[in-house]
């Protein structure tokens, strides 16, 4: 009995001080037990064509609306792998093992073969927590297609653009790109793949389609900080 | 010793179901699930044993956060039910596993909660079945 409750003593304090010290340690065993769905996902620089392909959209939309005038808000991306997962149902966010040490602050943006996947919410020193587009509050002003009309990009498990003009002429394909303060214009979201009539009858809708698969994703691009 | 044996193999499961299943876009608790049974099961020492693995694993990032807070205490404030509570062992543990469940979702989300009841239903159905099984198998274990 005596011997049994001094295990279960050091137990406690050993799972203290991994929690409070070693918690990458829990993050990978956490990874080998979450199977990894693979389809579409996988390292930032891995070619996709899909992705590949809203990517060259968006700058096409980008350039027609005359974004090749203004000066250049490009800067360095460093390549960063998903530690973890948001493990409930409530927000989407992974962990990134690059933080400030690295040049990230809040308000970053994070970049998955090309497509805008997420912003950064949180910088520690060494890693950094990205709120992702199927976050239900990831909200950013986008534009849509080569005519570029203004919406809002509304995230949650189906992500939609909305208030668009009632009178836009959309097409399933046009491609989403984002249009917000912070970050670098023209990154592409996703391309629409449904319209239909708001609530009250004033704008138009759009279901977004994307070509990555959040759950395979294993490395990402971060924007650094100028 | 193998009820506590058994008890992890139920947390690694608990694991499993619950990162498999969110994988697919399905995001059920069961690992709350197990905790809340095992404050039904346990004395309160192995029970912060369950809960600091489970933290271990569950937390994704360095910070503190009020889901992780909720995971630790709503199997404590069941361990203290379980001390008090009038009721058949098993009901209590169905109730807890309910209320644990109302709590999360309230705290965390309430918006969520109220947008999509039917994922809270899933959620409460599916963890229900898991907490009772697991109930029945440890507490076989404690009558052998």
């Known amino acids: 009995m005596r011997l049994r409750r001094w295990a279960i003593g050091t137990l406690i304090a050993l799972l203290v001080f991994a929690i409070l010290f070693l918690p990458c340690y829990g993050w990978k065993l956490r990874s080998w037990l979450s199977p990894q769905s693979g389809a579409a996902g996988g390292d930032a620089d891995s070619p996709n ?61 994070a970049v998955f073969q090309g497509m805008l996947i997420g912003r950064v919410t949180k910088v520690f020193p060494h890693e950094a927590l990205i709120q992702t587009v199927f976050d239900s509050g990831f909200e950013i002003p986008a534009r849509v297609g080569t005519s570029s009309y203004d919406g809002l990009f509304e995230g949650g498990s ?22 917000a303060p912070g970050l670098p214009y023209g990154l592409p979201l996703g391309t629409v793949s449904a319209t239909s009539t708001s609530g009250d009858s004033l704008f138009t809708d759009a279901a977004v389609a994307f070509p990555y698969d959040m759950n395979g994703i294993q490395t990402v691009l971060i924007a650094q900080s100028p | 010793m193998m009820r506590f044996i058994l008890a992890l193999l139920f947390l690694a499961l608990a694991f499993v179901l619950q990162f498999w299943f969110a994988s697919f876009g399905v995001f059920i608790n069961f690992i709350l699930a197990a905790l809340i049974t095992f ?66 979702y309230l705290a965390v989300a309430p918006g969520l909660f109220i947008a999509d009841w039917r994922m809270f239903l899933t959620d409460l159905v599916s963890c229900l ?16």
């Open chain 1, 49 to 109: 064509l899909a992705a590949e392909n809203d990517a060259l959209k968006a700058q096409i939309a980008a350039y027609e609306n005359g974004a090749s005038r203004l000066p250049s808000s490009g800067g360095h991306y460093i390549p960063a792998m998903v530690y973890s997962r948001y493990p409930l149902n409530f927000k989407n966010e992974i962990l990134v093992d690059a933080g400030s040490a690295n040049g990230i602050a809040t308000g970053t943006a």
């Open chain 1, 158 to 179: 189906y992500p939609t653009v909305g208030s668009i003009a009632k009178n836009a002429a959309l097409r399933d394909g046009d491609v989403i790109y984002a249009a």
């Open chain 2, 39 to 104: 404050a039904f099961v346990f004395d309160i020492w192995d029970v912060l044993v369950f809960i600091l693995a489970a933290i271990f694993i569950v937390n994704w990032q360095p910070a503190f956060s009020v889901e992780i807070f909720l995971v630790a205490a709503l199997p404590l404030a069941a361990h203290l039910v379980s001390r008090y509570a009038s009721f058949e062992p098993w009901a209590a543990d169905s109730v807890s596993i309910f209320c644990g469940l109302l709590v999360l």
């Open chain 2, 129 to 144: 079945i898991f907490g009772s099984i697991a109930f029945a198998a440890l507490s076989r274990r404690e009558s052998r």
